[in-house]
């Protein structure tokens, strides 16, 4: 499978400079040591229609000197099969940049993604950063699964109807036909199916309720997260509604779809910004709270930090 290099032709000389040594201090802002791979989340796509997912972002890094590369895996699956995709996209990017490592950064579903691949293969993975990720499940999945009977027609009606969005998906995007389970994807984001991933996979994750996990854990990867805890941020964002809507299904804060809490991962970052779950990937065209940082700003300032770690 190919990877997508945004900007930046393959071969370019900021990917062929990825070696042993750290970035020197004349790089640029967001010249990061290792490549930096988008991971998309439920439902998401590498460009829909012209469109990014990371709306705006990787055109910013790339600017500044990062290699910034944008995987497409299946919009719906488990994380394990998503993660073997994200694995092999990997590896096909390794080879042929000559990079040892990567910086794997995933929104939503994407967090939990990129942290099987850290923990199947850590010697591919120099950091994982997650993003509104569901490491410890989403009360809307749970939510969901508990109105569809198991086997039930509305069961059926659900994955047909959610089958035929993802083929949209497909049509409008890359068109690559990757495996898709709707079920699988559900399951994966339920609280019980996230526990039950992070037991096998628990790298980063916290180990108090609401705390941070590792920094760096013990596979040799460093673990981050941030997210944002508001569901109406711009009376011009037409998600706001559909946002704050799901929000009532948590108990404290959230950004729509998953908890702070739910989110943390690793050193957190911060876990208060005024963004909703589309606004964390810069979506819907850039509309976002109008005194919030611009979510692109907080890509370019974590590649940065990244920078400065060495990574």
Same mark, same amino acid.
């Given at each position: &499978?190919?990877?997508?290099?945004?900007?930046?032709?393959?071969? $370019?000389?900021?990917?062929?400079?990825?070696?042993?040594?750290?970035?020197?201090?004349?790089?640029?802002?967001?010249?990061?040591?290792?490549?930096?791979?988008?991971?998309?989340?439920?439902?998401?796509?590498?460009?829909?229609?012209?469109?990014?997912?990371?709306?705006?972002?990787?055109? !910013?890094?790339?600017?500044?000197?990062?290699?910034?590369?944008?995987?497409?895996?299946?919009?719906?699956?488990?994380?394990?099969?998503?993660?073997?995709?994200?694995?092999?996209?990997?590896?096909?990017? @390794?080879?042929?940049?000559?990079?040892?490592?990567?910086?794997? =950064?995933?929104?939503?579903?994407?967090?939990?993604?990129?942290?099987?691949?850290?923990?199947?293969?850590?010697?591919?993975?120099? !950091?994982?950063?997650? =993003?509104?990720?569901?490491?410890?499940?989403?009360?809307?999945?749970?939510?969901?699964?508990?109105? &569809?009977?198991?086997?039930?027609?509305?069961?059926?009606?659900?994955?047909?109807?959610?089958?035929?969005?993802?083929?949209? =998906?497909?049509?409008?995007?890359?068109?690559?036909?990757?495996?898709?389970?709707?079920?699988?994807?559900?399951?994966?984001?339920?609280?019980?199916?996230?526990?039950?991933?992070?037991?096998?996979?628990?790298?980063?994750?916290?180990? $108090?309720?609401?705390?941070?996990?590792?920094?760096?854990?013990? #596979?040799?990867?460093?673990?981050?997260?941030?997210?944002?805890? !508001?569901?109406?941020?711009?009376?011009?964002?037409?998600?706001?509604?559909?946002?704050?809507?799901?929000?009532?299904?948590?108990?404290?804060?959230?950004?729509?779809?998953?908890?702070?809490?739910?989110?943390?991962?690793?050193?957190? =970052?911060?876990?208060?910004?005024? &963004? #909703?779950?589309?606004?964390?990937?810069?979506?819907?065209?850039?509309?976002?709270?109008?005194?919030?940082?611009?979510?692109?700003?907080?890509?370019?300032?974590?590649?940065?930090?990244?920078? @400065?770690?060495?990574?």
């Amino acid at each position: &499978m190919k990877l997508y290099l945004v900007v930046l032709c393959l071969f $370019s000389p900021v990917v062929q400079s990825s070696t042993n040594a750290p970035v020197s201090d004349n790089t640029g802002y967001t010249q990061t040591r290792y490549p930096i791979v988008l991971v998309h989340g439920l439902f998401g796509f590498d460009t829909l229609a012209g469109m990014d997912y990371f709306y705006g972002i990787p055109h !910013s890094l790339t600017k500044d000197g990062a290699s910034v590369y944008v995987a497409q895996l299946s919009a719906t699956n488990s994380n394990e099969l998503r993660g073997e995709q994200l694995l092999s996209q990997v590896e096909t990017l @390794l080879a042929a940049t000559g990079a040892e490592k990567v910086n794997l =950064i995933g929104h939503s579903h994407g967090g939990p993604t990129a942290r099987y691949v850290a923990s199947v293969r850590p010697d591919l993975v120099a !950091s994982v950063t997650s =993003i509104g990720g569901v490491n410890q499940g989403s009360k809307v999945a749970d939510l969901v699964r508990g109105v &569809m009977t198991e086997g039930s027609a509305g069961e059926a009606i659900a994955v047909k109807v959610t089958e035929a969005l993802v083929a949209l =998906i497909d049509l409008l995007s890359d068109g690559r036909d990757l495996e898709q389970d709707p079920l699988a994807a559900l399951a994966s984001l339920t609280t019980a199916g996230s526990l039950a991933f992070n037991q096998h996979y628990p790298e980063g994750v916290p180990t $108090s309720e609401c705390g941070e996990g590792e920094l760096l854990a013990d #596979n040799g990867v460093y673990y981050y997260s941030w997210t944002g805890s !508001s569901t109406f941020t711009n009376l011009l964002d037409p998600s706001d509604a559909a946002m704050t809507i799901l929000g009532l299904a948590f108990d404290g804060p959230n950004d729509g779809l998953v908890s702070t809490c739910s989110a943390h991962l690793g050193k957190v =970052i911060r876990d208060d910004y005024q &963004m #909703n779950h589309l606004d964390e990937i810069n979506g819907l065209l850039g509309v976002h709270h109008l005194f919030e940082v611009d979510p692109v700003t907080l890509y370019r300032q974590h590649a940065n930090r990244l920078k @400065l770690q060495g990574l």
